[in-house]
């Protein structure tokens, strides 16, 4: 199910090629990561049968934009430098919120992304949906028929 994790990395990847991109929520609290960065995440909100040979699948995406400090030394905290989230917001526009992943074969629909500034983060949150395939079951096939009448068996 984390096509769709690897989908928001790969257009993250797009749009900011040398932002370094956390996955690892144990290593994301811990703080054990170089600023600037980006942590991914995403939570499961349905899964319906859509086709007898697809599901829907429902997600929420959090994308936490770490802020690079500027310090003058090497002992100072820094003050953040604010992350410019225009490129990640026109590339989404300019797709139309709908972004197909030829490496990973699922088409992202997206509701326009919400966000929450912080001292030194900024938080964007959106909602999307997928299709899964589901493999087909294999089901033999018939080569006899045998066709009754009143009790009787009729050859054919």
Request: net charge negative.
């Amino acid at each position: 199910m984390d096509k769709g994790l690897k989908s928001w990395a790969e257009i993250v990847r797009l749009v900011y090629p040398d932002l370094t991109i956390l996955r690892d929520k144990t290593q994301w609290l811990a703080g054990n990561f170089d600023t600037p960065s980006v942590f991914i995440e995403t939570d499961l909100v349905s899964d319906k049968t859509h086709t007898p040979r697809a599901d829907r699948i429902v997600e929420d995406v959090g994308l936490v934009f770490h802020f690079d400090k500027e310090r003058v030394t090497e002992e100072d905290e820094g003050e953040p430098i604010p992350f410019d989230l225009e490129p990640l917001f026109t590339f989404l526009r300019q797709k139309r919120f709908c972004y197909a992943s030829k490496r990973f074969g699922v088409a992202l629909v997206m509701e326009p992304p919400r966000n929450r500034p912080e001292k030194d983060r900024i938080e964007v949150t959106c909602r999307y949906s997928y299709l899964l395939a589901v493999p087909k079951v294999p089901v033999p096939k018939i080569n006899e028929f045998h066709i009754g009448y009143k009790g009787k068996e009729l050859t054919p």
